[in-house]
């Protein structure tokens, strides 16, 4: 009888369960939709995973426009909003259906889900990605699945309009102006953000410019770097304990393996910038003490104290909690995704958007949705971390001339126009074919 159900529903159904944060979830939902129409199956709309350090109950459906999404990719695949009753009672797990991340590889080619995962759609008629992440590789990947994979990203996702209507609000008091000033505002707060066309000339002066920042400098990325941040023995101590309760499996493989010394990860440039080295950055590159910056992510790990020589610098530093009052906020407190969504508007929107880590999927989303929807007019500013740490590292050595000189040409270099290298993710560099027109480097070619 599955057989026959397969036969009306293309080659049956994928379950998808995203592991991770806003932002690694969204990866994995459009990861899903392009495995689902390689294999030809309907997709139902994906769960999200509980996670102790997200800790964050939201489904899809809470973030995102669930009918837009299915509605705008209804041509590529069909997408249901639950597994049919007659499927909904089956023990995925024992007839072999229900498939982890850890069974895998990372960036795995499609022959393996022809090979593995097609078997088992058409053997059982449904098959359960358990904590999906980024299992599908960039490359090679035929034209059609890449396209709906640019899709998808960059045109599927809607917020609902309770977040839109909050991230409107947040940017209408960070620019202290009422109307939308990009394409970008147009595509994440849709009718939320009006245009100042619609009211004739009726401008409450100019929108003031902003920096937002992605500072990832929260207790899970500094523990999982395994990097020394000066903070000496209680430090470690804090950090161990943090890495043994939320990452066992980096435990274990410390204990095993011979690692770096923290001395020798921060010369590779594996160890996230410091509230003080993104200062040093931003002052390189000439962004005056005036500067309206935005702090985007969460808690910063030593909070105030380490902030300091940031703020010493940058006075003029801002979040959400500045703009928004507890009642506004209230409804987002315990959503620790939907308060990131708020934070991916207002860096998306931003004049300028820095990051510290380029590792982030935040600050790597936000640079692509930059550049896809931008129109070469949103600059983003991202570090290499290992040439960073050289030129930290001689800082004894160079006057403040040699080090404004060496960090400019760091960034100027990861800011040159560049067509996606082969195996890069797609949601960072767009530039490629099928997804942006080179000549306009705007929108998809099918859209």
Sequence with gaps: MANAENVMNGSGFILVSANGGLNQQRVAVCNAVAIAAMLNASLVLPKFLYSSVWKDKSQFGDIYQEDYFISLLKDDLRIIKELPFHLQSLDLESIGSQVSDMDIRKESKPLYFSKVIRPLLLRNGVVHFLGFGNRLAFDPLPANLQKLRCKCNFHAFKFVPRIQEIGSLLLKRIRKYNYRVSELDKQLLGNHMPSSLLVGNNRSGKPLKYLALHM??????????????????????????????????LVMRMKENASFSPAELRKLGRCPLTPEEAALMLSALGFKQRTYIYLAGSDVYGGRSRMLPFTSLYPNLVTKEDFLTPSELAPFRNFSSQLAALDFIACATADVFAMTDSGSQLSSLVTGFRTYHGRGRAPTLRPNKKRFAKILSQNGTLGWIDFEERVRKMIEENQRVQVRPRGRSIYRLPRSPGCMCKASERNLEHL
């Design 216 to 249: 990832r400098f929260e207790m899970d990325m500094v523990a999982y770097s395994v990097c020394d941040f000066g903070g000496g023995e209680k430090e470690r101590r804090e950090l161990q304990a943090y890495r043994e309760i939320h990452f066992p499996t």
